[in-house]
């Protein structure tokens, strides 16, 4: 109960610090470009806090629900605010040229872009990666409580491996596979088997077995064999996968890692940043619909990356603030693309669009949106 608590509150502060900026965006561009800015609010609903100094035409606020915030700017409906009514019609929103309307608009989803980078090279830095330069194991000793074998036959941290051989046997046929080590890269392969068929080399049952050689630098030869456990998928729309798996965690093994330099986290967050933006693409294919996900998935989601650690955490919230961004620029009404639409309409025909289209697209913009959290709601629940 308390880890859903704490989950609850690491996913609304984490959402509304995305908004906020996202919102601070707007503000200060609007402010660039002179408009009215009545009022900047992290949360939303009653007013718990504000200050606004002397000269200071725009008050900060905190409110009570600690999701998201706003930014109040003359000419976006609020002009029946006291404040507001006297303000100069050259300061509204619909005042200024269009190029700046819509760089305004622009700004929030710029915002979250340039966050989503921040992110991703956060958790580029934080994240350890393997230390190619060694060729050798982090082992774990044995306690009363666990046995690990690899420490059990003489294997230290210290030990530089320079061959790697496997010999499976597995049912009623004995297979070998051995790997000259030349790298921790190369370590890493032989212990995860990656070059080898996985179907060949799989456990059928139990009662097959794995033995580990490991020849070191100095010519000791330590040997240790794995057993095959029984893994089961949970399927949720279907009968659970029952499969077998080598036991690798009896080994008791770990591999060197170190932090990447500045400029191995921003190549990180460039490939995340293109690789995640791509991977945008499947909602547009058929059956897309299918990845959306809404407020419970975005939980789920939360939940998990603070259980792993600060460096997926990071991760995560990065692909969110990307999310955000993507969404923004849907030109669906009430969303940032939307206005940017209504710029560029009224550049190409040089004139206002009417206010009763306007406010006809406001609602039907209102319902859809509405629709929409429904159904990704809808998704989620029959998905838990």
């Known amino acids: 109960m308390l ?17 906020c900026l996202h919102e601070l965006g707007h503000l200060l561009v609007a402010k660039k470009f002179n408009v009215y800015c009545a009022e900047y609010s992290i949360g939303m609903g009653p007013l718990l ?36 009514k006297d303000v100069p019609k ?43 330069s060694k060729q050798s194991f982090k082992v774990m000793d044995s306690t009363s ?21 496997y010999v499976f046997n597995i049912g009623s046929s004995e297979k070998v596979s051995s790997k000259e080590i030349a790298s921790g890269r190369d370590l890493y392969k032989a212990y995860y ?14 009662n097959d077995k794995l033995t580990v050689y490991l020849t070191t630098i100095d010519s000791r030869t330590i040997s240790f064999t794995i057993s095959a456990v029984e893994q089961t998928v949970k399927n949720a729309f279907g009968p659970d996968v029952v499969y077998y798996a080598w036991n690798l965690n009896e080994a008791g093994l770990d591999f060197n890692t170190r932090h990447r330099n500045f400029k191995e986290a921003m190549n990180r967050a460039s ?48 692909y969110i603030s990307l999310n955000l961004a993507i969404v923004n620029l849907l030109p669906f009404p009430g969303l940032d693309g939307w206005h940017l639409v209504v710029c560029a309409f009224e550049g190409i025909t040089r004139k206002d669009m009417p206010t009763k289209v306007r406010e006809v697209m406001s609602v039907i913009g209102t319902v859809l949106l509405i629709g929409l959290m429904i159904f990704v709601t809808v998704l989620d629940i029959l998905r838990l």
């Open 3 to 19: 880890n859903t608590i704490i989950n609850i509150i690491v996913l609304l502060l984490s959402l509304s610090v995305l908004i």
């Open 49 to 84: 806090f504000k200050v606004k100094k002397p000269n200071q035409e725009t008050q900060f606020s905190i409110r009570a629900i600690p999701i998201g915030g706003f930014v109040s700017m003359a000419g976006e409906g609020s002009e029946e605010i006291d404040e507001m």
């Open 90 to 132: 050259e300061r509204f929103l619909t005042s200024i040229k269009r190029w700046k309307r819509a760089l305004i608009m622009v700004a929030g989803v710029f915002v979250n872009f340039v966050l989503s980078l921040i992110l991703f090279f956060g958790s580029g830095l934080a994240s350890p990666i393997l230390d190619e």
């Open 145 to 165: 409580k666990v046995t690990y074998l690899a420490s059990e036959a003489g294997l230290t941290s210290n030990d530089v491996i320079t061959n790697f051989k």
């Open 193 to 206: 088997m990656s070059d080898l068929d996985e179907k060949e080399y799989a456990p059928t049952s139990t």
């Open 271 to 318: 490939d995340e940043f293109v690789t995640s933006l791509t991977s945008f693409k499947v909602l547009f294919q058929p059956g897309g619909w299918k990845n959306l996900g809404g407020v419970i998935s975005v939980y789920q989601v939360s939940s998990y990356a603070t259980g792993v650690g600060f460096y997926y955490y990071l991760y995560v919230w990065g």
